[in-house]
C-alpha cells in the first residue's frame, strides 16, 4: 500500500504543479493551468471564507489537487463550489479523487449547505454519482450538486 497525503495548500509553488498542467493541457483540460494562473494573479486564492485548496501527494509528488470556493454562480452564502479536481493519470483509479473530495465535503459542510460543480466528462460524471452527487435538478453552470446535510461522512484512510 502506498500512503497519500492530502494537505492543505496555504501557497501554491508551481514548479510542484507544472507535471499536472502539462498533462492536464495534453488531455484537453484547461482548468489546472487557469488555477495557478489565478492564483498567481490573486484572482482566486482559495483564501476566503469557505474557501480551501487541498493536494493529493504520493511518492514525494503532488498526485491531484481540488479547491473549494463560494459558488460565484449563486447568489447565496451557503452555496459552494467544487473547483479544478486532478489527479495525474498514473493515480486515477486508486482512490486519490475520493480522497481529495472527501476532504473537500469535510471542508464544505462546515461554511455551506449545498456544494455544487461543473464536469464536461462522463468518467467525472459517473465519478461524482458513486461519491453521491446529483444531476437532478439542474441548474445553470453546475452538472452536480450534493446537498451537505444528507452526506453520511466514512473514515477514509490515506492508503491506496
Not at 500512503?3 to 484537453?28: A, F, K, T
Not at 482512490?95 to 456544494?115: C, K, M, N, P
Not at 453546475?142 to 473514515?155: D, K, M, N
Request: proline share 2%.
Amino acid at each position: 500500500m502506498e500512503q497519500i497525503n492530502v494537505v492543505r495548500v496555504l501557497e501554491i509553488q508551481p514548479e510542484s504543479l507544472n507535471h499536472l498542467v502539462e498533462e492536464s493541457l495534453s488531455q484537453g483540460f484547461r482548468f489546472v493551468e487557469r488555477l495557478v494562473r489565478e492564483y498567481d494573479s490573486g484572482l482566486n486564492c482559495f483564501d476566503q471564507l469557505g474557501e480551501v485548496l487541498f493536494t493529493a501527494s504520493g511518492n514525494g509528488a503532488v498526485i491531484g489537487i481540488g479547491g473549494l470556493n463560494r459558488d460565484s454562480y449563486f447568489n447565496d452564502s451557503k452555496v459552494g463550489r467544487l473547483r479544478h479536481l486532478y489527479v495525474q493519470s498514473a493515480w486515477r483509479r486508486r482512490r486519490v479523487g475520493s480522497l481529495l473530495v472527501t476532504r473537500l465535503i469535510h471542508e464544505a459542510s462546515q461554511h455551506y449547505q449545498l456544494l455544487t460543480l461543473r464536469t464536461g466528462t462522463s468518467a467525472a460524471d459517473e465519478f461524482y454519482q458513486k461519491l453521491g452527487f446529483k444531476t437532478y435538478p439542474s441548474w445553470d453552470h453546475t452538472t452536480h450538486h450534493l446537498q451537505l446535510s444528507e452526506v453520511e461522512y466514512f473514515p477514509i484512510s490515506g492508503e491506496v
